[in-house]
């Protein structure tokens, strides 16, 4: 399975994006499925995770911000982000962490 991360830009400080992430093949046998991002000088942190049933589970700092799905059928996740803050810049992966599958990344930049 690969994964192509999509959706990525330029926003405004508390603008919205929304991330997706196409796999190539059945994202059911690949089990939970998480973002991730990485800003600049940082090490890479976990936005949000959901498992194959549909449980998630986001980091403290944007659980009230950042909404993960996915869609099993269509075999693509989904990350929406609202209130942006120019902390959120970053460039953000998609992955299957058990199966240590990770895509190319999309470039999210937010300014104030």
């Known amino acids: 399975v690969q994964l192509v991360e999509s959706g990525g830009g330029l926003v405004q400080a508390g603008g919205s994006l929304g991330l997706s992430c196409a796999a190539s093949?059945?994202?059911?046998?690949?089990?939970?499925m998480g973002w991730y991002r990485q800003a600049p000088g940082k090490e890479r942190e976990l936005v949000a995770v959901?498992?194959?049933?549909?449980?998630?589970h986001s980091a403290d700092s944007m659980e009230d911000r950042f909404t993960i799905s996915r869609d099993n059928a269509k075999n693509t996740l989904f990350l929406q982000m609202s209130s942006l803050k120019p902390e959120d810049t970053a460039m953000y992966y998609c992955a299957a962490p058990a199966a240590d599958i990770w895509g190319q990344g999309t470039l999210v930049a937010v300014s104030s």
């Open positions: 959901i498992s194959s049933t549909g449980s998630t």
């Open positions: 093949g059945s994202i059911i046998s690949v089990g939970a």
